[in-house]
């Protein structure tokens, strides 16, 4: 069994990496489009000047971004955070952790409120035309969440219902998996998890990064192992030359977390899937 996870999480580690050296090419390509669009953050040199990172992150997105019960914030996110600090700034905790809705997650960077957006943000074609995107820290996806003990893959879902939310792009996914299933639209992550109490539905779909913080919250449920898309995570950045630095230094640590297999410990700390 040992050789076996030691393979997947080998495996992963290269997937990260191939991943990684992707995004780098393609950020070095795409420096003179940059300087189509114009963006407000604080460049390196004036970062480095005034001692701290300001980060956008999460605090109600458990284990990504969240607070604990004393009030502080913990999570994958925050943990890198503050790695990048250490390397950017050269100080520990020389970081503002600046929490944001969903909707602000971009305009945060774009309106010089912060310097970068760490906030399970996935890298798209549509918004890489208005931010720059690091290389990936983690690779989110649609999975499947049940209390039902008889569902042990996949296959077992086979005609079974299926809770997703409505218009979500976990629909296509579940759909070319299980074509057979029953799916039963809900309109928040509250109203799916009343219809699994209520045995309406046999199991919900949505993103890993989401249900893993279901599970953890709600033990009596578990993820099953396979994963439905790959959706990379990675940090918002502001576009334009005069953030070249900027985005060269965090892409260069995040290459380092993940050769040293720093983001793979963190992520299997807070519970999160890696396959």
């Not at 956008?56 to 994958?76: H, I, T």
């Not at 925050?78 to 909707?103: S, Y």
Request: proline content about 4%; charged content about 20%; overall charge positive.
């Amino acid at each position: 069994m040992d050789n076996g996870c030691n393979r997947w999480k080998a495996a992963y580690r290269l997937h990260l990496l191939i991943s990684a050296a992707i995004f780098l090419l393609l950020s070095f390509s795409c420096v003179i489009a940059d300087t189509q669009l114009s963006a407000s953050a604080a460049e390196m040199p004036e970062i480095q000047r005034r001692g701290y990172l300001n980060v956008a992150v999460k605090d109600n997105l458990r284990p990504l971004g969240f607070r604990d019960a004393s009030g502080n914030l913990q999570g994958l996110e925050i943990d890198l955070a503050k790695a990048l600090a250490v390397d950017l700034v050269g100080k520990p905790n020389a970081v503002k952790l600046q929490p944001v809705a969903n909707r602000d997650r971009l305009s945060a960077v774009l309106d010089n409120k912060v310097d970068m957006a760490i906030a399970r943000v996935t890298a798209t074609s549509s918004r890489s035309r208005l931010v720059s995107f690091s290389v990936p820290y983690y690779f989110d996806g649609a999975v499947l969440v049940t209390k039902d003990t008889s569902l042990q893959r996949l296959s077992d879902l086979a005609k079974r219902k299926i809770g997703v939310l409505k218009n979500s792009s976990t629909i296509a996914n579940v759909r070319y998996y299980l074509p057979n299933a029953e799916l039963v639209g809900v309109n928040s992550y509250q109203e799916a998890f009343a219809l699994l109490e209520n045995n309406a539905a046999n199991a919900f779909a949505a993103d890993a990064s989401v249900l893993s913080g279901w599970v953890q919250q709600y033990p009596q449920y578990r993820l099953l192992p396979t994963k439905l898309s790959t959706e990379p995570l990675s940090v918002v950045m502001p576009k334009g030359l005069q953030y070249d630095e900027l985005r060269r230094r965090v892409n260069e640590a995040i290459a380092r977390y993940i050769h040293s297999g720093w983001l793979q410990q963190r992520a299997t700390y807070w519970g999160l899937p890696l396959r």
